[in-house]
Nanobody, 121 residues
Framework: QVQLVESGGGLVQAGGSLRLSCTASGRTFSTYGMGWFRQAPEKEREVVAWRGGITYYLDSVKGRFTISRDNAKNTVYLQMNSLVPEDTAVYYC?????????????????WGQGTQVTVSS
């Protein structure tokens, strides 16, 4: 059974930093794409950063967020710097069998439980 366990969310002031981690279990994901989505209240879930055959960032987080992964640990990270209130959302770890390309939320194979990130002004 595949499980994704996230950690690292919380409350931070604008300009601060947080690091999210997501560790997967149940199989090896070295040939899968891994990344992070987020969903703010009354908004659609959107991909923030993705790491597979390509590395992708949402335009609004470029230069501030960095995604990395450790295949030996089945873990993906999201370092978030210079946070702004607009980054407030529930952040979800995601894994998709399509290594190349960036998946849409509707087609992701596995999801984490979500972790709240709140940025105060």
């Amino acid at each position: 059974q595949v499980q994704l366990v996230e950690s690292g969310g919380g409350l931070v002031q604008a300009g601060g930093s947080l690091r999210l981690s997501c560790t997967a279990s149940g199989r090896t994901f070295s040939t899968y794409g891994m990344g992070w989505f987020r969903q703010a209240p009354e908004k659609e879930r959107e991909v923030v950063a993705w790491r597979g055959g390509i590395t992708y960032y949402l335009d609004s987080v470029k230069g501030r967020f960095t995604i990395s992964r450790d295949n030996a640990k089945n873990t993906v990270y999201l370092q978030m710097n210079s946070l702004v209130p607009e980054d407030t959302a529930v952040y979800y770890c995601a894994i998709d069998r399509r290594y190349y390309g960036v998946p849409k939320a509707q087609s992701v194979d596995y999801w984490g439980q979500g972790t709240q990130v709140t940025v105060s002004s």
